[in-house]
Every structure is written in C-alpha cells, then in structure tokens.
C-alpha cells in the first residue's frame, strides 16, 4: 500500500532532527515529486548514475546523503543541474537529502553505525560542528585491537582498502569516528584520548598533522563510511510504512 510523502517526510523530520545543525546544504525534500510512495531507493551521492539507476528501479522517492544544492543556493542552472533535474522529473522522482543530522545520529547514523560494527562500546559524542556533536568516540574490545586488525576490519566494512597515516600505539582502545572528510578534527580526538581517528578522506596536511599528534588517522573513502547511514534509514522507512527499498551503491573511488 502507498505511503504518504508528507508523513515520510515529517518521519524524517523527527526521527533525524535537522532543524538543529547548521548544515552546508538543504535537508529534507529537494525535489518535489509523487504524493504517494511506494518504493523508496537510497545512494549516497545524487548524480545522472544514481538518478539513472533509480529510474530503473522503479523508485518513487529517492533519498541521498549528498544531494543536488548547497552552500547559498541556486542562482542558474547549469547544463548538468538540468540534465540531473529532468530525469528526476520525466520520471516523477522525488528527491529528498539527510546529511550532518544522518551522520550524528546515535542509532542509524554513519558513524554510530561504523563504530558498532567495528566492535565498538561506550559510544560518546564527539566532534561538534557549530555546536552539535556529528561523531562517536567508542571503546575498543578488551585491551582493544592491534592496528592491523583494526584496518582488516575497517577494509571488511568499507569493501576497500584504508589508508593509514600518523603514529599512534600498536593497540587501539580508543577510536574516533567522523564519517566523510573528517580528518580536522585530529586534535579534538587526541584531546579526547583517542588513539585513532577513522574517516574518510584527508587533506595535504594531515598526514603531517596525525604524526605530529601520535595519533593513527585511518581514511577508509568519503563514499565508503557513508553507505551505511543512508542504507539504514532507507531500511527504517520501509519498514516504518510498509514500502520497498533499494539501496544503489553507484562505486566511488573517493
């Protein structure tokens, strides 16, 4: 039976609470589409491959990470807003985007979810973006885990090999997770006692910054940390208004 896009939409609204971070992009609906739903597709990053995928899939509504507008808004369409744009609207797709609030989310969120499936207890709320914490410092098993099998594991989640940077202790007990391009926030985990920070992507200087700071940075891929999240409040819509879900992996090398 079809779901009503307002009540995902007010689903999403409670469950993920945007009104309360100050986020580079526009949360919620982006792209108006059918009042009712009945197959929702999630991705990480709206783009024609993802829009396209979508298309073959039959979605109605499709939710995404990353979505189309950020910063100050739009003031042209270019060639490719169009082109994204009007698949979406040939094809009566609506398109709606979680981001900062799906990344802190302590239950479905991408770095609640990255340090629980790497073992990880104890999650407290760490890196504050313009007030509100976006990641989790989590205890590690035991004594914690020896480096490697930290990044065998990492490699396991992400479906791709980590990069490692800095200098930190041969076990790691304490690891700070900021999905994404997290990896400013080195000094917040070494203030925090963390012994690692796993996130996605890094800068030129934090290779330099993380040995500086004794501290491992662990980069498993931007897309890569950030598939669960998604993929998760895709499965929680499903089941919340009886639609079906797809997730689109649509590979990303960063």
Same mark, same amino acid.
């Given at each position: 039976?079809?779901?009503?896009?307002?009540?995902?939409?007010?689903?999403?609204?409670?469950?993920?609470?945007?009104?309360?971070?100050?986020?580079?992009?526009?949360?919620?609906?982006?792209?108006?589409?059918?009042?009712? +739903?009945? #197959?929702?597709?999630?991705?990480?990053? /709206?783009?024609? $491959? !993802?829009? @396209? %995928?979508?298309?073959?899939?039959? =979605?109605?509504?499709?939710?995404?990470?990353?979505?189309?507008?950020?910063?100050?808004?739009?003031?042209?369409?270019?060639?490719?807003?169009?082109?994204?744009?009007?698949?979406?609207?040939?094809?009566?797709?609506?398109?709606?985007?979680?981001?900062?609030?799906?990344?802190?989310?302590?239950?479905?969120?991408?770095?609640?979810?990255?340090?629980?499936?790497?073992?990880?207890?104890?999650?407290?709320?760490?890196?504050?973006?313009?007030?509100?914490?976006?990641?989790? +410092?989590? #205890?590690?098993?035991?004594?914690?885990? /020896?480096?490697? $099998? !930290?990044? @065998? %594991?990492?490699?396991?989640?992400? =479906?791709?090999?980590?990069?490692?940077?800095?200098?930190?202790?041969?076990?790691?007990?304490?690891?700070?997770?900021?999905?994404?391009?997290?990896?400013?926030?080195?000094?917040?985990?070494?203030?925090?006692?963390?012994?690692?920070?796993?996130?996605?992507?890094?800068?030129?200087?934090?290779?330099?910054?993380?040995?500086?700071?004794?501290?491992?940075?662990?980069?498993?891929?931007?897309?890569?940390?950030?598939?669960?999240?998604?993929?998760?409040?895709?499965?929680?819509?499903?089941?919340?208004?009886?639609?079906?879900?797809?997730?689109? $992996?649509?590979?990303?090398?960063?």
């Amino acid at each position: 039976m079809p779901a009503d896009l307002k009540e995902i939409l007010s689903e999403l609204e409670r469950l993920l609470q945007p009104a309360r971070f100050q986020d580079y992009c526009v949360n919620g609906l982006q792209v108006p589409g059918p009042a009712s +739903i009945q #197959r929702i597709a999630t991705g990480v990053s /709206a783009n024609i $491959d !993802l829009f @396209e %995928r979508a298309v073959a899939e039959r =979605a109605d509504l499709l939710l995404v990470h990353h979505g189309l507008f950020w910063g100050d808004g739009v003031r042209a369409i270019d060639e490719t807003l169009a082109r994204r744009l009007r698949i979406l609207f040939e094809n009566g797709i609506a398109l709606a985007a979680e981001h900062l609030p799906l990344d802190a989310h302590p239950e479905i969120g991408n770095n609640a979810l990255l340090a629980r499936a790497l073992s990880g207890t104890d999650l407290q709320p760490f890196a504050p973006h313009r007030g509100e914490p976006i990641g989790f +410092i989590a #205890r590690l098993p035991g004594d914690g885990l /020896a480096l490697e $099998d !930290l990044l @065998e %594991r990492v490699a396991d989640i992400t =479906a791709r090999e980590p990069q490692l940077y800095g200098a930190g202790p041969e076990r790691v007990a304490r690891l700070a997770v900021v999905s994404g391009a997290g990896a400013d926030y080195l000094g917040q985990a070494r203030q925090a006692g963390a012994d690692a920070l796993l996130t996605g992507e890094v800068s030129e200087r934090s290779p330099a910054d993380a040995r500086e700071a004794s501290l491992h940075l662990i980069a498993g891929g931007h897309h890569a940390t950030e598939t669960l999240g998604i993929r998760a409040l895709g499965e929680h819509l499903a089941e919340r208004f009886a639609v079906e879900h797809v997730f689109i $992996d649509v590979s990303n090398s960063v």
